[in-house]
């Protein structure tokens, strides 16, 4: 095979993996991760909750396939912005597209769009410490609702029944700390449309809920029900077992009176945020199994007070320029990898990997396997792409400097990551992430020998 010049767009996990397997399959290949915030790593730094320490473990295995000879990062680069497909195609042998999915899926029901309804995707982006979303969030409501039966409505609850003080053993940045000090919340509640062998938790999320000694769990009886389908998927998967035991002992366990309560409610589906001017109130309709693993409602409603409502129904993956895509499905259209055109032809030299490839399901480690298939679809592709007009590795990086665009290297996020290790010291801490991007970027681009001050933290009250 000849060498290979590649461009990963999205340096998150699905576009890592990606670059780790490419660059061990093929000694000539060479991976520049080209991605649009000053950080990589994506999802695991701007979609997980700050207390799951298990994430630190793949940060540090990600890091280990940024930090090789073979692969650059090339951050603070938008495609579409700063790069065309033209561009990329100039100066590449094939293209990458590994950019994820961080929109939130609508739902469609009266009152989603009241004041104090708010997108999971946006609230998950201000308590991981998104660069680009605004640096305070309103935590005025008492009482919550999180519409989802996934581990993001749980990372929400958990986020929003737990006391921020519980936080500052984690890389939480310090607005996000100082925003869920002003939390009012004392009672969360999560909704799922079906029973206790249909939802989509996973077993380590759902026990990590009552870690919190300030914070008691509450599955209410009504609608934990399991039929013949429901003990099929039990007796067929340890997973689903071990979730509906975990959610039976909840049921059983006596409240402690903890100042916080996340309460479970199962078989119920939202039909209607209630309000006037801002929520009020959640009405759900009461559903019942079908014996086939699906739910109908009853037509039994319940109303909940609430005064704010998430919901956490789904990621959708966002339409990249240029490149054909499957607004219905949510995914860039392709053959195990290979980008289709309009006529289900593949494109030469353009892949897609990740949850843009397959759509937002499964864990992070799923995308190994989407990466070792778009991989292999490259690698036999390869002696047949047309060559890149530039091979010049500099070539890229004098475009972008060109355009304008103030590139983070290598160099400037090892800056970066020693800042924030930096500052976590000084404060007794692992970490503390630098936010707005602004700061993110100076302190890449600038010679700091030790920590600076993270600005005034400006929050609502």
Same mark, same amino acid.
């Given at each position: 095979?000849?060498?290979?010049?590649? #461009?990963?767009?999205? #340096?998150?996990?699905?576009?890592?993996?990606?670059?780790?397997?490419?660059?061990?399959?093929?000694?000539?290949?060479?991976?520049?991760?080209?991605?649009?915030?000053?950080?990589? @790593?994506?999802?695991?730094?701007?979609?997980?909750?700050?207390?799951?320490?298990? /994430?630190?473990?793949?940060?540090?295995?990600?890091?280990?396939?940024?930090?090789?000879?073979?692969?650059?990062?090339?951050?603070?680069?938008?495609?579409?912005?700063?790069?065309?497909?033209?561009?990329?195609?100039?100066?590449?042998?094939?293209?990458?597209?590994?950019?994820?999915?961080?929109?939130?899926?609508?739902?469609? /029901?009266?009152?989603?769009?009241?004041?104090?309804?708010?997108?999971?995707?946006? @609230?998950?982006?201000?308590?991981?410490?998104?660069?680009?979303?605004?640096?305070?969030?309103?935590?005025?409501?008492?009482?919550?609702?999180?519409?989802?039966?996934?581990?993001?409505?749980?990372?929400?609850?958990?986020?929003?029944?737990?006391? #921020?003080?519980?936080?500052?053993?984690?890389?939480?940045?310090?607005?996000?700390?100082?925003?869920?000090?002003?939390?009012?919340? %004392?009672?969360?509640?999560?909704?799922?449309?079906?029973?206790?062998?249909?939802?989509?938790?996973?077993?380590?999320?759902?026990?990590?809920?009552?870690?919190?000694?300030?914070?008691?769990?509450?599955?209410?009886?009504?609608?934990?029900?399991?039929?013949?389908?429901?003990?099929?998927?039990?007796?067929?998967?340890?997973?689903?077992?071990?979730?509906?035991?975990?959610?039976?002992?909840?049921?059983?366990?006596?409240?402690?009176?903890?100042?916080?309560? /996340?309460?479970?409610?199962?078989?119920?589906?939202?039909?209607?945020?209630?309000?006037?001017?801002?929520?009020?109130?959640?009405?759900?309709?009461?559903?019942?199994?079908?014996?086939?693993?699906?739910?109908?409602?009853?037509?039994?409603?319940?109303?909940?007070?609430?005064?704010?409502?998430?919901?956490?129904?789904?990621?959708?993956?966002?339409?990249?320029?240029?490149?054909?895509?499957?607004?219905?499905?949510?995914?860039?259209?392709?053959?195990?990898?290979?980008?289709?055109?309009?006529?289900?032809?593949?494109?030469?030299?353009?892949?897609?990997?990740?949850?843009?490839?397959?759509?937002?399901?499964?864990?992070?480690?799923? %995308?190994?396997?989407?990466?070792?298939?778009?991989?292999?679809?490259?690698?036999?592709?390869?002696?047949?792409?047309?060559?890149?007009?530039?091979?010049?590795?500099?070539?890229?990086?004098?475009?972008?400097?060109?355009?304008?665009?103030?590139? /983070?290297?290598?160099?400037?996020?090892?800056?970066?990551? #020693?800042?924030?290790?930096?500052?976590?010291?000084?404060?007794?801490?692992?970490?503390?992430?630098?936010?707005?991007?602004?700061?993110?970027?100076?302190?890449?681009?600038?010679?700091?020998?030790?920590?600076?001050?993270?600005?005034?933290?400006?929050?609502?009250?």
């Amino acid at each position: 095979m000849r060498d290979l010049r590649l #461009a990963m767009v999205g #340096a998150g996990p699905a576009g890592i993996y990606a670059a780790d397997i490419v660059t061990q399959e093929h000694p000539g290949a060479h991976v520049d991760l080209i991605e649009r915030l000053p950080a990589p @790593f994506g999802l695991v730094r701007y979609g997980v909750a700050p207390d799951h320490p298990r /994430i630190k473990e793949i940060v540090k295995a990600l890091q280990r396939v940024v930090r090789r000879d073979r692969i650059r990062f090339v951050g603070n680069v938008s495609y579409g912005v700063d790069l065309k497909l033209d561009d990329l195609r100039r100066y590449y042998d094939a293209v990458v597209f590994a950019t994820g999915a961080m929109a939130d899926r609508p739902l469609d /029901i009266p009152g989603i769009d009241l004041p104090g309804s708010y997108g999971a995707a946006d @609230f998950v982006s201000w308590y991981a410490g998104h660069p680009d979303v605004p640096r305070d969030w309103p935590l005025e409501a008492r009482e919550v609702a999180v519409i989802g039966a996934g581990n993001v409505a749980l990372d929400i609850a958990r986020m929003l029944a737990k006391p #921020a003080d519980e936080q500052l053993s984690t890389e939480i940045a310090d607005n996000v700390y100082q925003g869920l000090k002003l939390n009012q919340a %004392t009672d969360v509640h999560v909704f799922a449309r079906r029973g206790p062998a249909q939802i989509k938790f996973t077993p380590m999320e759902l026990r990590e809920l009552s870690h919190s000694p300030s914070v008691d769990v509450i599955v209410h009886p009504e609608g934990f029900e399991i039929d013949e389908a429901s003990q099929a998927a039990i007796n067929a998967s340890k997973g689903t077992r071990l979730v509906v035991d975990t959610l039976l002992k909840y049921v059983e366990a006596e409240p402690t009176g903890a100042p916080h309560r /996340i309460h479970i409610h199962l078989c119920h589906t939202p039909v209607e945020v209630l309000g006037d001017d801002r929520v009020e109130g959640l009405r759900t309709e009461v559903t019942q199994l079908q014996g086939d693993g699906t739910a109908k409602g009853t037509g039994e409603y319940v109303d909940t007070p609430v005064q704010a409502v998430y919901r956490a129904v789904g990621y959708l993956s966002s339409h990249l320029p240029e490149i054909p895509f499957d607004h219905q499905g949510g995914v860039i259209t392709n053959d195990r990898g290979r980008v289709l055109d309009l006529d289900g032809v593949p494109l030469p030299g353009l892949y897609v990997t990740g949850w843009v490839k397959r759509g937002p399901i499964g864990l992070i480690g799923h %995308t190994k396997s989407d990466a070792a298939e778009t991989i292999a679809s490259l690698l036999a592709d390869l002696d047949t792409l047309p060559q890149p007009e530039i091979r010049d590795p500099q070539g890229i990086l004098e475009h972008l400097v060109a355009r304008g665009a103030t590139v /983070i290297d290598s160099d400037g996020w090892a800056r970066l990551d #020693a800042h924030e290790i930096a500052l976590g010291e000084t404060s007794g801490r692992e970490r503390i992430k630098v936010v707005p991007r602004e700061d993110m970027i100076r302190v890449a681009t600038a010679d700091i020998s030790g920590p600076v001050a993270p600005r005034p933290v400006a929050v609502n009250r």
